[in-house]
C-alpha cells in the first residue's frame, strides 16, 4: 500500500512540476510578479517531493507487513493475491490489473525516465527564461506601477561616458532628462544609447504615468522595452529556444549513461531512500534559488545560474550512481 502512496505522491510531484514550468516559462516579461499562485506552486513542489521521501523511508523501514516488498526492486505486486481468470470467473477489474503491472520491468523503468527527462528539459528552459526575462529592479517597479512606453526628446545630457559591449558594440551611458509627448518631463539615470545622446535627440522610454518619481529606463543595446508591456501568456520561439539545448543534454548525455546503467540501476536508484533523499535536497535547493524570481524581489545575483546547472548536475549524477554503486 505504501508503495502506491511513494508512486502516486511522484505523479503528483511531476504534475505540479510540468504546471510551474509550463506557468513560469509562458509568463510575458510584462507580468508583475509574484503571478497569483505562483509561489505557492513552487511550494507544493516542494512538499510533495519530500513526501515522497518520506513515505519511501517509511516504506523502507517496515518489514511486519505482508503486503510490503523486503527490498524497493523487488515486485510488489508478487505479494498480492492473484486473480483466477478460468472460465467462470470475474474478469479483474481495470484498477486491478493496472496494480498489479510489473513496474519494475524495462518498459516501465524507461517509461518513468523518459517522462523524469521531459520534465528536466521544460524545468531547465523555464529557468533559464526566468533568470533573463525579469529585467532589473527599476523595470520591475515600473511594471508594478504600469509601466508605458514612450518616444521621448532628450531636454538635458549629462555624465557622458562609453564603453564596448559584450559584443564589442560601442553604448553610451548618460543621465538624461526627457520631455514625454504626453507631457511632463522624466528623468533617466544610466541610459544606454547606440549613438551619442544630444538634445532634442529622440529616445523610447520605459517609465510609469502614474510614478514618475520612479524615472526611467532607456536601453537601445536590448531588445525593446516595450515587451514588458505584454500581459499575455504565451510559448514564444524565443522563450522555448532553451528546450532545444535541454533535449540535447538529454539526447547525448542522459541518456547514454541511462542506457549504461540499464533498467536495475535506474530502478534501485529511484527507490533508494538515501539517493531520493538527496535528489529532495537538491530541488529543494533549486526551489528557493528560484522563489526571488517568482516571487519578483530578486536581486542582482540571486543565483537563477546555479538553479538550472544544479538541475543539470542533478540529473547526470543520479544515472552516474546506479552505474558506479
Known amino acids: 500500500m505504501l508503495a502506491w502512496f511513494v508512486r502516486i505522491s511522484a505523479l503528483l510531484a511531476g504534475v505540479a512540476t510540468g504546471v510551474l514550468s509550463l506557468w513560469t516559462l509562458g509568463l510575458p516579461d510584462g507580468v508583475p510578479l509574484p503571478a497569483p499562485g505562483l509561489v505557492t506552486l513552487a511550494w507544493t513542489v516542494g512538499g510533495l517531493v519530500w513526501l515522497r521521501v518520506l513515505t519511501l523511508w517509511v516504506w523502507w523501514s517496515d518489514d511486519n507487513h505482508y503486503w510490503l516488498s523486503r527490498l524497493p526492486f523487488d515486485r510488489v505486486w508478487e505479494a498480492l493475491p492473484k486473480v483466477s481468470r478460468r ?32 520534465l528536466v528539459a521544460v524545468s531547465f528552459a523555464a529557468l533559464v527564461v526566468l533568470g533573463r526575462s525579469q529585467g532589473s529592479e527599476q523595470v ?54 547606440l ?7 529622440r529616445v523610447d522610454v520605459l517609465w510609469a504615468p502614474t510614478a514618475p518619481e520612479l524615472g526611467g529606463v532607456v536601453a537601445e543595446d536590448q531588445p ?11 510559448l514564444t520561439v524565443h ?74 548536475l542533478l540529473y547526470f549524477a543520479l544515472p552516474l550512481r546506479a552505474i558506479l554503486i
Open 87 to 118: 472460465k467462470g470467473r470475474r474478469r479483474p477489474g481495470l484498477l486491478r490489473r493496472f496494480a498489479t503491472s510489473d513496474f519494475d520491468s524495462t518498459r516501465w523503468v524507461f517509461l518513468r525516465q523518459a517522462a523524469v527527462w521531459l
Open 140 to 193: 520591475r517597479a515600473l511594471v508594478r506601477a504600469g509601466a508605458a512606453f514612450s518616444t521621448a526628446t532628450v531636454v538635458e545630457v549629462s555624465e557622458v561616458d562609453e564603453n564596448l559591449s559584450a559584443d564589442d558594440v560601442l553604448v553610451y551611458h548618460a543621465a538624461l532628462v526627457l520631455a514625454l509627448p504626453e507631457g511632463g518631463r522624466v528623468r533617466v539615470d544610466g541610459a544606454r544609447t
Open 195 to 201: 549613438a551619442a545622446p544630444e538634445p532634442d535627440g
Open 224 to 234: 525593446s522595452m516595450s515587451r514588458y508591456l505584454n500581459r499575455d501568456w504565451g
Open 239 to 312: 522563450r522555448t529556444a532553451p528546450l532545444g539545448v535541454a533535449v540535447m543534454l538529454v539526447l547525448f548525455g542522459m541518456l547514454p549513461l541511462a542506457l549504461a546503467a540499464e533498467d536495475d540501476g535506474l530502478q534501485e536508484v529511484a527507490w533508494s531512500p538515501v539517493a531520493q533523499t538527496v535528489h529532495a535536497a537538491a530541488v529543494t535547493g533549486m526551489l528557493l534559488l528560484a522563489l526571488p524570481y517568482l516571487s519578483g524581489t530578486a536581486g542582482v545575483f540571486s543565483g537563477i545560474e546555479a538553479a538550472w546547472g544544479g538541475l543539470l
